[in-house]
């Protein structure tokens, strides 16, 4: 696309940030603490409309949920950023080869801002998943613009006031607008881009980025597995699955998507859920509750039960489906395998249980499905659980728990194959968003003598040596 026909607006924070990044291309320790500073700060002080606001976009949301998942988990985030900057931030040595340390040459790496970053967020952690990526954005010592999802305007257009507030226009920078602006967003010359969303936008994001050669991060999801051993303790099992399904309408990437169960403890597993889902208060009115974004998720998901239903799977349900805050699980049952459910991603308060109890066939029907953002094991069998590892692959790997590997920043966050590229959170984050440059400095011997014709009998030594070092 010409620069030309870009919205001015859009075109004019991006030129900005770009003019702040060649006034200051290496941000002292001092600035980005500063900034990270600011942006914990823009969480504190701005909290109870944050969560008013997400409310207004969800139809209801759990002030408490999002006070934990959008604004406890980032403020974490920023924590450990500053924490351990100092560390990140320094040189590292390397070894010269042997012929080079002999001359004194020292040789090193340091990490350097990549410039401009470009950061597409979703709409089901609006604030979350938009200053997350821009923790390590800053750490790194870039400058940002953020393009929020136009599916929750009232977070967006706060985000927007807000960061505008707390950052000069030369840092950070939001711009709203619909589908249309985010077409033309993954368009600019960003120095790097990450995108979290869905499989399909991120082949044109892929494809838009290819014209500038512009490096991406990308967070897909998928159908992250779940596998239930023999050995697996089924109450506790339940009660993290009902919290992965219930924890913000089951709108989670790396929430359960489908269930692997042996079919003699199917009635057992489905009598504990049903008592963790009761557990949770999961009824009509709650306040803890978190409805489904909109209409057309809420008939899209409507569309995967009936399909499943018309084709003979079995449909079990709990919790409460009327009311103004209500939330209803819905479990579907050994679907066929040419459903819906079975290909699309669930991303809601839906499971879908497949009764394969043999380990061998669970690790079958997972690599059938593509590389899953996480993949989760339920059971207490240690070779099991080498087993997963040695022959799968994903993005991340749980044993006994949901969801709660996000919440520690010292580990990566990403996918691989179909569900992502790339990752970020913690160091692995001030990675992504730096290039790591090699540094040579030559040493007191100039040996450059020796390997420069006319070919000598010390150059033919010298050959000989650097094959055995």
Request: proline residues 4%; charged residues 20%; hydrophobic residues 45%.
């Amino acid at each position: 696309m010409n620069t030309l026909s870009l919205d001015p607006n859009l075109q004019a924070a991006f030129g900005t940030l770009r003019r702040g990044y060649a006034d200051e291309r290496f941000p002292s320790l001092k600035t980005r603490v500063d900034r990270l500073t600011r942006l914990r700060a823009l969480l504190v002080e701005n909290e109870t409309a944050l969560c008013a606001a997400l409310s207004a976009d969800f139809g209801y949301r759990s002030a408490d949920q999002s006070s934990f998942a959008e604004i406890t988990t980032t403020i974490k985030s920023v924590n450990y950023a500053l924490k351990n900057l100092k560390f990140w931030m320094q040189a590292s040595r390397r070894s010269p080869d042997f012929s080079l340390w002999l001359s004194g040459a020292k040789t090193s790496t340091q990490a350097f801002p990549k410039g401009v970053v470009g950061i597409v967020s979703p709409w089901n952690f609006p604030i979350n998943l938009a200053l997350s990526p821009l923790v390590s954005v800053l750490a790194a010592g870039n400058r940002a613009l953020i393009k929020p999802s136009e599916f929750t305007p009232a977070s967006s257009a706060l985000l927007g006031e807000l960061i505008a507030k707390y950052f000069a226009d030369t840092e950070v920078a939001v711009v709203c607008g619909e589908a249309a602006l985010a077409q033309q967003f993954v368009t600019l010359p960003f120095d790097h881009l990450i995108y979290t969303g869905g499989e399909t936008v991120a082949r044109h994001i892929m494809a838009a980025a290819a014209v500038n050669l512009v490096p991406l991060t990308l967070e897909l999801g998928g159908k992250s597995p779940v596998i239930v051993s023999e050995s697996a303790n089924l109450k506790k099992t339940a009660q993290r699955i009902a919290f992965g399904k219930y924890f913000n309408a089951g709108q989670i990437c790396i929430a359960p998507d489908y269930l692997m169960i042996a079919a003699d403890r199917l009635e057992e597993f489905l009598n504990c859920l049903g008592e963790a889902v009761a557990a949770m208060n999961a009824n009509a009115g709650s306040v803890d509750s978190v409805t489904v974004i909109n209409d057309r998720h809420r008939q899209r998901l409507a569309g995967l039960v009936a399909d499943s239903a018309a084709q003979g799977a079995r449909v079990v349900s709990f919790g409460d489906d009327i009311g103004e805050h209500a939330y209803q699980l819905n479990i579907v049952i050994d679907a066929p395998a040419n459903t819906k459910i079975c290909s699309e991603e669930i991303f809601g308060p839906l499971l879908l249980i497949k009764t394969i109890g043999n380990l061998d066939e669970q690790l079958s029907e997972i690599r059938r499905g593509g590389h899953p953002l996480v993949i989760y094991y339920f059971g207490s069998d240690d070779r099991e659980f080498k087993a997963i590892a040695e022959q799968t692959c994903s993005g991340a790997l749980v044993k006994n728990d949901v969801i709660f590997q996000y919440a520690n920043d010292d580990l990566p966050f990403g996918g691989v194959g179909r569900s992502g590229m790339g990752k970020y959170r913690g160091l692995d984050g001030f990675n992504e968003f730096s290039h790591t440059r090699a540094i040579f400095k030559s040493g007191w011997l100039d040996i450059s003598g020796w390997v420069t014709p006319p070919y000598t009998p010390q150059f033919r030594i010298l050959n000989k040596i650097m094959r055995k070092i």
